[in-house]
Nanobody, 119 residues
Framework: QVQLAESGGGLVQPGGSLRLSCAAS????????ISWYRQAPGKQRELVGR??????NYADSVKGRFTISRDNAKNTAYLQMNSLKVEDTAVYYC??????????????WGQGTQVTVSS
């Protein structure tokens, strides 16, 4: 069974940076699609960015500041967040569409990691 483990959240001052990681357990995995979402208190979960085999898209609110990347050898996806703002405060979730030989292609969610931007 494939499981995701997120890490990298924390408290940072406005203008600071954080890098979130989303590591998938298992072997011989192929990560097809990487998506990062966030949910602020009292708000709906929103898509922050998505990387597919064909394109990359980011929410307007994070364009130019956030970057999604991956390390296939480590089965890990990243969300680099720069120039953080107070309004970026939220719980961040990764969602990976992964192909595994015996399970096929499925969507998996990370457990979420808190990012707090505050002075």
């Amino acid at each position: 069974q494939v499981q995701l483990a997120e890490s990298g959240g924390g408290l940072v001052q406005p203008g600071g940076s954080l890098r979130l990681s989303c590591a998938a357990s298992g072997s011989a995995l192929i990560i097809n699609i990487i998506s990062w979402y966030r949910q602020a208190p009292g708000k709906q979960r929103e898509l922050v960015g998505r990387v597919t085999p064909y394109n990359t898209n980011y929410a307007d609110s994070v364009k130019g500041r956030f970057t999604i990347s991956r390390d296939n050898a480590k089965n890990t996806a990243y969300l680099q967040m720069n120039s953080l703002k107070v309004e970026d405060t939220a719980v961040y979730y990764c969602n990976l569409n992964i192909y595994e030989r015996t399970l096929g292609s499925k969507d998996y969610w990370g457990q979420g990691t808190q990012v707090t931007v505050s002075s």
